[in-house]
């Protein structure tokens, strides 16, 4: 597509409830990210896909945590059993080989 | 551990005015330099990115990088309201792949 697609815009879950933030890349980018950012906070890097590997997940907070890319295009964050302190707005970026990153519009998470 | 730093602000400039935004950053490796602004609400968007050293200008916009003394800047030359925003530096991990590492961000405020 022409930019990055983020879905859904908006989440609001119940506390302990798994959600699903889905990412469609900018077609031909075989990298994309994802990163988190709270409330008046910078971007935290969670994880990194080459294609459909995950060659950096160092950023992931917990084994609640989880991603996974299909086709070497959209990713699935996965987050099981939500706190309230995952209640963030978590970006999917993409880029090519040595490009800056696009962001898509984010998906905003409120864990009540 | 990688770092970029950023003064949170807000800087704040009068209108017409020219806002100088700094950036430093820890790992000697890394060859390339972004800037992204972020308008309230707003995911980021990129605006200009700098390999050499030296400076390179996009209209009103000059990004300057010293990469003896591992700093990056960005300069916007008759500031207007509209570039209110948070500005974003980000510089990639030099780990052998692109994955940025983001300051914090610095909030601009132009009153007219």
């Known amino acids: 597509g022409a930019g990055v697609s983020q879905s859904p815009s908006n989440k609001v879950t119940e506390k302990g409830k798994d959600v699903e933030l889905r990412c469609d890349p900018i077609?031909?980018?075989?990298?994309l990210y994802w990163y988190r950012q709270s409330l008046g906070q910078g971007l935290e890097f969670l994880i990194y896909f080459q294609g459909n590997s995950a060659p950096d997940k160092s950023g992931l907070p917990s084994d609640r945590f989880s991603a996974e890319r299909t086709g070497g295009s959209v990713s699935t964050l996965t987050i099981q059993r939500t706190q309230q302190e995952d209640s963030a707005v978590y970006l999917c970026a993409s880029s090519s080989a040595t490009g800056g990153y696009t962001f898509g519009s984010g998906t905003r998470l409120t864990v009540v | 551990q990688k770092e970029v730093e950023q003064n949170s602000g807000p800087l704040s400039v009068p209108e017409g005015a020219i806002a100088s935004l700094n950036c430093t950053y820890s790992d000697r490796g890394s060859q390339s330099f972004f800037w992204y602004r972020q308008y309230s609400g707003k995911s980021p968007e990129l605006i200009m990115f700098?390999?050499?050293?030296g400076d390179k200008e996009d209209g009103r916009f000059t990004a300057q990088l010293n990469k003896a003394s591992q700093y990056v800047s960005l300069l916007i030359r008759d500031s207007q309201p509209s570039d209110s925003a948070t500005y974003l530096c980000a510089g990639p991990f030099s780990g052998g792949y692109n994955k940025l590492i983001f300051g914090a961000g610095t909030r601009l405020a132009v009153h007219p």
């Open positions: 700098i390999y050499s050293n």
């Open positions: 077609s031909g980018h075989t990298a």
